[in-house]
């Protein structure tokens, strides 16, 4: 029962980032990846309990994974939300009018094949890695670790089609999430040092786009991507 | 056939049937609560039900005799399924037929519902059944992919046997196509049922009403039968999610303790699908009729992508 939980929650994980995906206003995206973060943090918990029963890791390495966890949940779900939030009332996105029509440059029903191709793609791709003969992986990692590599592509997909800024900032978010998907399904002696120190990486890229943000749109009055080549004084 | 499955396919869809009003209630009292409203009580619903069947009714003289078949050919259509579902035990009636019967049984419902709305030529009526006809061709599709998903996991398109199979292998059958699956079959739930954000399923306004269209023209015993068999649909259908892809607790073999254990794992899964409708519906908006194809084609891909995976 454990591991169906676990197999649940990633692909609630995927559909939650396809919802991500096909959403138009950043208020709802950043909503929704604050379910994404508790949803991964919840599945982090599960695996780290788990692991400690079934004797996989020791108890304190498994304080460890969970600490990991209550962590990401903080700075991911709590901390980046609200600066962004704060960026978002600052440059007053809900005045401008470009905010409207369209987050991203392709359209919704393509940007949801591409997102379906990329996560086949991701299963097809991981298959010959997870029965290589010398690695024996655990069985968590075999079912969640294409999961993971589907988020990082559809994240990448969204960097790339973004049309505004924000769309770029979000999109790395959801793509360091399925980093951090990756390491917790993969790697249960991880020591928590490495974790919060990439996570303080993220932490610091995350406020210098807010600040980045907030200064194109006090010097071009637009954050759309596609106006940003003109040069101006 | 054996008797005691058919006794309890019997039992179960009679539990079913004396269900679905509670359920209903729940799903409403639960919206008042995140709406800060008090709300009617969670059996206000069997009280709706014995007024509309202690009252007289008034046909339209322009009506057909498809207009007073149609709420007991509905009404027949979920009697015959409630029986094929497993509820507390994975033994049901389902002889006569697996899940595509059922959904054909649903389309049968779906059928003379929008037939009788034209019947009397209301243009209410019109309206509604064509943006139902239109809900439920989009949605049709998913919702067979999404069946031959679990098919093709389980090997078996016998309800008690998908549920029996996943329970008790569970390990070899986990897959992540049953869980895509699960959310395409979820959103297929919403359009089916007139849930959000499909359907208003309170309003009377006439841009936005889509089920409460169809069943404008009904009153007293009809409109009772009529409403009585759409919330017992959508029992069907919270039935199906939770027993199809989380048949957790439910009783395999006969036995008091796997019964009892079941109908406490088969409550607690429903409640917690009802919360999970109430909170949806108080948290978003109904979407532009236009809309609906993108939702519907979201549900289509997770489908779709739960078929190709479980054959990988």
């Known amino acids: 029962m454990a591991s169906e ?72 779900a709590i901390a980046i939300p609200a600066a962004i939030f704060k960026a978002i009332k600052r440059i007053n996105l809900d005045a401008s009018p470009d905010e409207q029509p369209k987050a991203f440059t392709v359209s ?3 940007s949801i094949i591409v997102a379906f191709i990329l ?24 079912m969640l670790l294409p999961a993971s590599f589907a988020i990082v592509l559809i994240g990448l997909y969204m960097a790339a089609t973004a049309k505004k800024v924000y769309g770029q900032l979000i999109a790395l978010l959801v793509m360091e999430n399925g980093i951090y998907f990756a390491s917790v399904s993969t790697i249960f ?19 210098i786009l807010v600040i980045f943000l907030i200064a194109i749109h006090r010097s071009f009055d637009t954050i759309q991507v596609n106006k940003l080549n003109e040069l101006k004084e | 056939m054996d008797a005691e499955s058919a006794i309890f396919g019997l039992i179960q869809g009679a539990a079913l049937l004396f269900l679905s009003p509670l359920v209903i209630g729940i799903v409403r009292k639960c919206k008042a609560t995140f709406q800060s409203r008090r709300g009617a009580s969670i059996i206000q619903p069997y009280y709706e039900l014995a007024k509309q069947f202690s009252k007289g009714q008034v046909i339209s003289r322009q009506a057909s ?32 037929g697996n899940i595509l019967v059922l959904v054909s049984l649903m389309a049968m419902y779906r059928f003379f519902m929008a037939l009788s709305a034209l019947d009397t030529g209301s243009s209410f009526g019109g309206m509604g059944s064509s943006r139902e006809v239109m809900i439920s061709a989009i949605m049709e599709p998913t919702m067979f992919l999404s069946i031959f998903a679990m098919a093709a996991i389980t090997q078996t398109t016998f309800l008690s046997g998908i549920a029996e199979a996943i329970q008790s292998q569970a390990s070899n059958l986990l897959h992540p196509s049953l869980y895509l699956a699960f959310f395409a079959f979820f959103i297929v739930m919403l359009g089916e049922n007139a849930r959000f ?50 048949p957790w607790g439910i ?21 917690v699908l009802a919360i999970v409708i109430a909170l949806l519906e108080s948290s978003i908006s109904k979407f532009r009729l236009f809309k609906l194809p993108a939702l519907s084609w979201i549900a289509f891909c997770l489908a779709f992508m739960a078929v190709i995976l479980s054959f990988l």
């Open chain 1, 5 to 76: 939980l676990e197999l649940a929650l990633s692909v609630g994980i995927i559909v939650i980032t396809i919802i991500i995906m096909v959403n138009n206003q950043v208020r709802n995206q950043l909503i929704w990846f604050i379910t994404q973060t508790v949803v991964l943090g919840l599945l982090a918990l599960t695996i780290g309990i788990a692991e400690v029963t079934t004797g996989g890791i020791s108890l304190v390495e498994g304080l460890n994974f969970v600490a990991i966890a209550v962590i990401t949940i903080a700075v991911k």
């Open chain 1, 108 to 110: 919704v029903p393509r």
């Open chain 1, 119 to 142: 996560v086949l793609l991701s299963y097809l791709i991981v298959q010959p890695v997870l029965v290589a003969e010398p690695v024996v992986l655990a069985s968590i990692t075999t």
């Open chain 1, 189 to 207: 002696e991880f020591p928590a040092i490495v974790d919060i120190g990439i996570l303080f990486d993220v932490f610091a890229a995350i406020m």
């Open chain 2, 65 to 96: 005799w498809i207009f007073r078949v149609a709420p007991y050919v509905c009404m027949t259509c979920v009697v015959l399924a409630v029986t094929m579902i497993p509820v507390f035990i994975t033994a049901s009636f389902d002889y006569f």
């Open chain 2, 197 to 246: 954000p499909f359907d208003n399923p309170t309003t009377h306004l006439e841009l936005t009403m889509v089920h409460e269209a169809m069943i404008l023209e009904y009153s007293g015993k009809s409109l009772g039968l009529m409403e009585y068999s759409s919330w017992t649909k959508l029992t069907i259908f919270l039935a199906l999610l939770v027993n199809m892809f989380f």
């Open chain 2, 251 to 271: 009783a395999t073999s006969i036995s008091l303790w796997g019964i009892v254990s079941g109908i406490c794992a088969f409550l607690g899964k429903i409640i």
